[in-house]
DNA sequence: CTGAAAGCGCTTACAG
DNA sequence: CTGAAAGCGCTTACAG
């Protein structure tokens, strides 16, 4: 059996308080007293129970992290910087994969409270605004990425701003004919959609539904897919604005399986600056931001929020940047068509 | 303030006990019961505070994943299949990073007793194999990876076999100078080494220092430097055995800055078969292993070792099999050197 | 099938 | 600076 303060408490003949105070330093307790607990822990192993803490104090240091598909390079980057963002404050991290479907985001924000956890870091992506805006009563949250929301504090990037610059980035090489690819059924595609289509506007470029390529995910596979029976059909574009990098990679990878050179015959751009980007073949143009400020961000934010549920709702917006890399160039023949 | 199983029972007219029986299903009650205790629940809007239940019962329904970098593809798939196949046991997951050191790993093991958790899934990198064997008192762990370790049950691909595959399947393509490229100060790297070697001896290839090429990390940036700088001095080898599939991005990435082509002037193998790896330009040969069944074994391992923490320990080698892609091909003048 | 009581291990007023 | 007592919310023997 494991040791609890009790026990610590009759070995060192103190009392369960003084141990506490020696544990969590809460008051000061005189050196001698110290070290004979401090002995007596070491003697019987002993471990605080964390369960018996969190009833006790109403708080587990656990939080959730909820994000749609955690199998992507950009989840793990998110993860990474949250747990060790977190981890600084001594709080665990839960996670939690929403699977892209809005119902277990539905499920997560009304059970989280039964969970065992101080407060949930959200990234929906199908959650319906509808039932985000009247659910009342959330856990302590904070809501990231794309969702048109206002109950809840919320850290995100401006999309259609990024969306918009990475586009007129391609314009701003001499490319007409731009292609746009991602999932159309989502908040995200909504705003990078809208950037899209602003930054043609700026160009006078008239909008060209043909170039707007309907993808079946988010990921490498639904690129290359969207891209090889896109092209069977449709003549090449000057260049391809993807709405994440991973899209992009597939994207290339069905390009370069087809003959087609990047940026030689076509521009590619994606989105995200996940780390593998600037080591694809060729670097991939993208937007970027600044990954572990982000963490911090929405850890302070979710940190004043488990403080006081009262407070204002905040939204923050990351600044964003567009990285240039080789994947986007001049078209060779700089001509009008 | 939140409702309790005691203002349910109230609301209800009924016992505690009662309330626990229709959330917990332990014990039949009888459908008036259970209606008039669902409303009541309803009404309340109660959920479980599961400290409360953790401490009763001694469970808190949640493990900890361990993995040295969460921010990398490989660790992104591991942790989606593991959080997906506890979420199906009713299991939450934990994810700590152990940020590539023994120290931080040691830590986990001897206060996860400490923590909220039920059970420790742990891959270890450094962890010093002497302390892990006298490490008497683990909490109910499962090793994952490449660890050599006696004490706690274990769940791997066989490191040595899968390596001598991969390079086989390159001396069977024609290739003679087979280089190998990796971290080369861990378990796993001496493992995939040892398999390398016992290639080049049954094919006869006499073993040449000067292609085992040490890299600074297992991440596409230490692959892309390590490439670089070795170039620089040495000659392009036939081929080269990458200890994961992310340095072999990386690899190919700085071949293809330096203008080598990749499979036409140096085949490239990684390991692992991480998603991207099938969209890398080109796509990569590698080796590859069930990861859902692999998060499911480790999970019936863990759950055994919670539920009898003295039963026998157990080692699952997992199948692998070699993926043969684009990356690795014949020399293009199949000439003996 | 239901109720009253005890206890999981911790920490925090409340006294001294 | 320290001690004795109460209580966080749950579930489980123990009775009925």
Redesign the interface.
């Known amino acids: 059996m494991?040791a609890t303060v009790k026990d610590v408490a009759r070995l060192a003949q103190v009392s369960p308080k003084t141990v506490s105070n020696v544990v969590n330093g809460t008051t000061p307790v005189s050196d001698a007293m110290r070290i004979r607990v401090e002995a007596a822990m070491l003697e019987l192993?002993y471990?605080?129970?964390?369960?018996?803490r969190?009833?006790r104090n109403g708080r587990?240091?656990?939080i959730a992290l909820a994000l749609p598909?955690?199998?992507?390079?950009y989840?793990?980057?998110m993860?990474?910087?949250f747990?060790?963002a977190a981890?600084a404050r001594g709080l665990?991290?839960?996670?939690?994969?929403t699977?892209i479907s809005g119902e277990r985001e539905l499920q997560l924000i009304s059970?989280a409270?039964?969970?065992?956890i101080d407060g949930l870091i959200l990234n929906p992506v199908l959650l319906p605004s509808v039932s985000v805006q009247a659910g009342a009563?959330l856990p302590p949250t904070v809501f990231i990425g794309e969702v048109d929301q206002r109950v809840g504090d919320h850290v995100w990037v401006d999309n259609v701003a990024a969306t918009q610059e990475l586009t007129l980035h391609l314009v701003g090489l001499g490319h007409r004919r731009i292609a746009i690819m991602g999932s159309m059924r989502s908040e995200t595609s909504r705003l990078r959609m809208k950037g899209y289509r602003a930054a043609l506007r700026i160009a006078r470029i008239a909008r060209d539904r043909r170039l707007e390529i309907a993808n079946p995910d988010w990921?490498?596979?639904g690129?290359?897919q969207a891209m090889t029976s896109y092209l069977i059909e449709h003549p090449l574009p000057d260049a391809i604005v993807c709405m994440t990098d991973?899209i992009a990679?597939?994207a290339?990878?069905a390009l370069?399986s087809l003959g087609h050179r990047v940026p030689e015959d076509v521009s590619v751009v994606g989105y995200d600056n996940i780390?593998?980007g600037?080591?694809?073949?060729?670097?991939l143009t993208t937007i970027d931001f600044d990954k572990p400020t982000y963490a911090t961000t929405v850890l302070d934010l979710l940190e004043a929020r488990i403080a006081d549920p009262e407070r204002p709702v905040e939204r923050v917006t990351m600044p964003h940047r567009l990285v240039v890399r080789q994947s986007s160039a001049p078209p060779r023949t700089a001509a009008v068509r």
């Open positions: 494991r192993e471990v605080p129970n964390l369960s018996a969190a009833l587990s240091g656990l598909d955690l199998s992507t390079p989840s793990a980057e993860a990474h910087h747990v060790v981890g665990g991290v839960q996670m939690e994969e699977a059970k409270r039964a969970h065992l009563r990921f490498p596979a690129g290359a991973s990679i597939g290339i990878s370069w780390n593998n600037a080591f694809a073949v060729p670097p």
